[in-house]
């Protein structure tokens, strides 16, 4: 990655980086980050110096925004001794009388990488995080390991020990399972969310410094969930491509009361080195296209909805069948996204014209109401289930979470059906602004498109139900809520005063049109009963049209001569 010009010019002003001889020299102090700028071919080596008797163990950690970063504890890194990736570090175990520790730094791609770096310490009684490793390379390993889809993200940790003395032996990993032992520890995995539409490496570094230290984990995270030793050492969450989050664990020991920290993690669930659905440009273009047409028909039904009741069926009905249609056609076919989305628009086209004509020719207004309902109701249990309550464990399974999700959608129609006219009018205003903010989406980040995009991930995905679904609630969010609580509020208050002194529902379109002919074939004083046939109608008509198209005569003498 090519480093920004204002990350520069912010690392010149810093200093951080002190070159001695062919290589850079970075002198540390405990707790302290610094800036460092990082190449593939000079590394860097990171120095503390003067360490304290009472510190047996110190963790070393840099972070870049997207390259990967070598760190080793040779100038000549082998598998054993370093890591490698976006945010990595190592653990250094300290000898009786040290007071010195190095660590090698370089960039893996060409170019110049700006990270930052720490070294925090710990004391004989602390965790030891990563002290119990079996699975990752490094003999101690403190290191979140973290990969993604666009779906979820995936966290990953090695176990962590007891702490012990320096020259001590360490405490053994799988010598019991008593209150003894490593199996007393906790582990707290923490999340925090990086300011919304804000992709710049400065940012990151500036927060992800709040993630790094106990106390500041404790203070700034949000804790998601708590992993006892016999838990799997894994944990799934939902990603929110564009949104940066970074994500730590804290492991406890309850005997002592200590505590320490892995490495910070950081994920934005995006490329930023993709040309095509890069972290700057998620949204395709027929996305775009799709919410931001549902978005004015929506708008248009939010006040008008019921006064204009067809229009009303139609967005019902569409929004209906494009939601099962699109799942259908994901579950059973590999098609790709446009496509299954241009499908899925005609297939709602018919789906809307369908149920206006079922009201056309059965006039079955309860019919309408139960679709329109459903729409309302689905909308509003997914509401519900993206509050902190849809993260209860109890929902991780899927029995559990369908039958409460159906039930609380199946209520909204229940309890309003002795009022049908309120309930059409309740769900155009709601639904019909919630496309608005389905729209806004597509241009800008915002966290209430997950309240319905959560429920189709968790339909298509069969794993999904074991991700936690907190979402960031900041600025963006707070002004798109008010717009759609406004564009609510204000379409249900209009149409309700509107429509207070009119009839619930407009007459049967088909019975009305059936007794009108059958009036104007039998009543032969009715004008209307005198009207040509309609072929002979559209024939008149056509002729007429001709006719303006047709050039004037010229005028000419009609007056006879007089001889």
Not at 72 to 101: E, H, M, Y
């Amino acid at each position: 990655m090519r480093l920004s010009p204002y990350a520069v010019v912010v690392l010149g002003l810093v200093g951080v980086l002190r070159h001695g001889g062919a290589s850079g020299l970075l002198e540390l102090s405990l707790g302290k980050f610094r800036n460092v700028l990082l190449n593939q071919t000079n590394p860097v080596e990171a120095v503390i110096r003067n360490i304290a008797s009472n510190v047996t163990v110190i963790i070393f950690q840099v972070h870049a925004q997207q390259s990967d970063v070598v760190i080793s504890f040779d100038k000549n890194p082998s598998v054993n001794s370093s890591g490698t990736g976006a945010d990595r570090g190592l653990v250094s175990i300290l000898r009786p009388q040290q007071t010195v520790c190095t660590w090698y730094l370089r960039s893996m791609g060409t170019g110049q990488v700006l990270s930052t770096a720490v070294s925090i310490p710990y004391m004989e009684k602390d965790p030891i995080p990563g002290g119990c490793n079996l699975e990752f390379d490094l003999e101690v390993d403190p290191n979140i390991y973290l990969d993604y889809t666009l779906v979820d993200i995936h966290i990953k940790f090695a176990p962590a020990n007891l702490g012990y003395t320096r020259g001590g032996n360490p405490p053994s990993c799988d010598s019991g399972t008593g209150q003894d032992s490593r199996w007393r520890l906790r582990y707290d995995v923490y999340q925090y969310f990086l300011p919304e539409n804000d992709l710049s490496e400065m940012v990151l570094m500036s927060h992800i410094q709040k993630m790094s230290e106990v106390q500041s984990i404790r203070a700034n995270g949000v804790k998601m969930l708590t992993l006892t030793t016999d838990d799997k050492t894994n944990v799934y969450f939902s990603a929110l491509p564009g949104q940066g989050v970074i994500y730590n664990i804290i492991v406890w020991d309850p005997h002592w009361n200590t505590s320490a920290a892995y490495i910070p993690v950081h994920t934005y669930a995006c490329s930023f080195v993709d040309l095509a659905d890069n972290c700057s440009s998620l949204s395709k273009l027929s996305t775009k296209v799709f919410f931001t047409a549902l978005a004015v028909l929506g708008l248009f039904t939010c006040f008008f909805g019921h006064r204009f009741w067809k229009t009303d069926l139609f967005f019902m009905g569409f929004i209906f069948t494009a939601f099962f249609f699109f799942i259908f056609i994901t579950r059973v076919t590999g098609l790709s996204y446009d496509v299954r989305l241009i499908l899925t628009a005609v297939a709602g086209i018919i789906g809307g014209l369908f149920l206006v004509a079922s009201w056309w020719r059965f006039g079955s207004v309860l019919l309408c109401m139960y679709v329109i309902g459903l729409v309302l109701g689905f909308l509003f249990s997914s509401m519900v289930f993206f509050t902190p309550l849809g993260d209860y464990r109890v929902f991780r399974d899927d029995v559990v979470f369908w039958v409460t999700f159906s039930s609380v959608a199946l209520l909204v129609p229940v309890l309003f059906v002795g009022c049908p006219r309120i309930l059409n009018i309740l769900a155009s205003g709601v639904v019909g602004s919630y496309t608005v903010v389905l729209a806004i989406a597509c241009y800008v980040y915002t966290s209430l498109a997950y309240i319905t995009l959560d429920l189709l991930r968790r339909i298509l995905n069969n794993y999904f139900s074991r991700a936690y679904t907190n979402v960031p609630f900041q600025t963006n969010d707070f002004i798109i809520l008010s717009v759609w609580t406004m564009l609510s509020l204000s379409g249900v208050t209009v149409q309700l005063r509107r429509e207070r002194s009119e009839v619930p529902f407009p007459l049967q379109p088909y019975l009305t049109w059936k007794q009108e002919r059958e009036r104007r074939s039998t009543n032969v004083l009715d004008p209307s009963h005198h009207i040509p046939p309609l072929r002979e109608r559209i024939h008149n008509k056509l002729l007429h049209i001709k006719e303006l198209f047709q050039k004037e005569q010229p005028a000419e003498e009609r007056t006879p001569l007089l001889f």
